[in-house]
């Protein structure tokens, strides 16, 4: 099974997927010395009715723009930044 082709498999599933009969322990053993790590997904706050309404007030009222506007968008997603190499200095 290619690295990328499944990217949420259990060690079981993957070692299904490749023909092997191993135990989780191994399979899992197998894919670290390969620098394959896993992790869990970050749990995600659900859409409120608000957010999916300004979501789509946003889309619909941008759907007709070119890639010329959107060219001229700062997208910062609320990351603080500074354009200074100092951030102490005001």
């Known amino acids: 099974m290619p690295r990328r082709q499944v990217p949420f498999s259990t060690a079981k599933e993957i070692g299904a ?8 322990s ?18 995600k706050p659900r859409l409120s009715v608000s957010n999916k309404t300004a979501r789509l007030n946003f889309a619909t009222e941008h759907a007709s723009w070119t ?24």
């Open 26 to 43: 191994t399979i899992k053993r197998r894919l670290a010395e390969r620098k394959l790590k896993s992790h869990v997904a970050a749990q």
């Open 17 to 24: 997927a490749a023909g092997v009969s191993a135990s989780v």
């Open 67 to 90: 890639m010329d506007d959107w060219k001229t968008v700062l997208f910062s997603d609320e990351s603080t930044f500074t354009t200074r190499w100092d951030q102490k200095q005001l």
